[in-house]
């Protein structure tokens, strides 16, 4: 228990208590004064001292009754503040929330991607199967159905997983290059976003994306229009088959963000069956966000929050772990770690070679 928390007193934590019970009506709030402009109006007329409901209503076009209630729950959630003229203005609070590009990827991922669904986390935690899910489609994984998503659904989803692997391909790349690398599969590689900035990095690789034949399908269309359909080939594959195998000759195998969609024993399963096709001189290069490995409590509470999105919509048994789970893992596929790096401010890369 942290310092804070003890010191709370009973006021204290009964009113956290109470916000936790009526969490969902904030976050609905919040959706709500993000779509319909009235964060971003607050703001706009910060210099004129903010703006009154009644201007609100009258420059947006919505009823006084409408932003009134929005903005009274925004006012005792500390998301905006208003002065003796009864003018709104954003907290910093408001300020984040609006503008900060996390956190915005993180509410239209929590709003289109997971909130219907987070309602049957109960039937997921006890069957262990993502009960969530049917409210996206009708799929045994949200992986089989990420190409079939609604466009907000999609959007969303990737620009979370985007998000999150963006900021660090570049310090990647310059890791990966300095091995000379000829043939990299890339597992997982969804979009073949990667894949097109290996190619753009360095003229002779050639690249092996490893997925499922929606994503694959996503993939090679972005490779062609990029103008590298000579250099990227696509292997389709279904983790979850009875056993699935990937061709020989990468010289080095990259994972993602990709091995936290699975359980242990799939991970396992996942990196025993890479290690195989793997020659002695093959490198397969893990990155992953791990939760023992975070300097801010923001960071570690937005991978735990992760977790229960595995648990509930994605598949039921998988989640954000810990770095000493991994290397755990790593050991039991017949692999063993060379370099242990940290890669940007909240990642880590995972080298590791055939034991």
């Known amino acids: 228990m942290s310092n804070s928390t003890k010191k709370m007193n009973a006021v204290e934590a009964l009113e956290e208590a109470h916000r936790i019970a009526f ?6 709030a919040s959706v709500s004064l993000r779509k319909l402009g009235i964060l971003n109006y607050i703001f706009d007329q910060r210099d004129k ?40 203005e954003l907290t910093k609070v408001g300020y984040f929330l609006n503008y900060n590009t996390t956190a915005g990827v993180n509410l239209n991922f929590a709003n289109d991607v997971c909130y219907k669904g987070l309602f049957h986390l109960n039937d997921s935690i006890k069957n262990g199967k993502p009960e969530g899910l049917k409210e996206l ?6 992986y089989e159905g990420l190409s079939q998503l609604k466009p907000n659904e999609q959007k969303s989803w990737f620009d979370f997983d985007h998000h999150y692997s963006d900021d660090v391909f570049g310090e990647a790349l310059e890791k990966i290059f300095e091995r000379k690398p000829k043939t990299l599969f890339d597992v997982g590689g969804n979009t073949g976003k990667f894949s097109i900035k290996c190619c753009s990095f360095n003229e002779d690789v050639n690249v092996k994306i490893v997925d ?3 994503q694959l399908n996503m993939a090679m269309a972005n490779a ?22 990937i061709p ?11 091995l936290d969609c699975f359980s242990e024993d799939e991970i396992v399963k996942i990196l025993s069956t890479c290690a195989e096709s793997m020659e002695d001189n093959a490198e397969l290069i893990i990155v992953e966000t791990f939760t023992d490995r975070q300097a801010f409590r923001a960071s570690q509470f937005i991978l735990e929050a992760t977790s229960l999105y595995f648990t509930v919509l994605a598949n039921g048994n998988s989640k954000m772990y810990p770095a000493s789970v991994f290397i755990r893992l790593i050991d ?18 995972l080298v590791c070679k055939k034991k």
Not at 229 to 240: F, M, P, V
Not at 332 to 349: P, R, S, V
């Open 23 to 28: 969490a969902p009506f904030v976050f609905q």
């Open 332 to 349: 039991k596929a017949g692999l063993q770690l060379q370099e242990d790096i940290q890669l940007g401010e909240y990642h880590t890369m």
């Open 212 to 214: 499922l034949p929606g």
């Open 49 to 88: 001292g903010g703006p009154t409901v009644e201007e609100i209503s009258e420059k947006l076009l919505l009823s006084l009754y409408g932003v009134g209630v929005l903005l009274e729950i925004a006012e005792t959630s500390n998301i905006v503040c208003k002065n003796d003229e009864n003018q709104y």
């Open 248 to 258: 020989n000759g990468a010289d080095l195998i990259w994972m993602c963000q990709f």
């Open 224 to 245: 062609e229009s990029n103008g590298f359909k000579d250099r990227i080939s696509g292997h389709a594959i279904d983790w979850l088959s009875e056993s699935p195998q």
């Open 137 to 142: 489609g009708q799929w045994s994984t949200i």
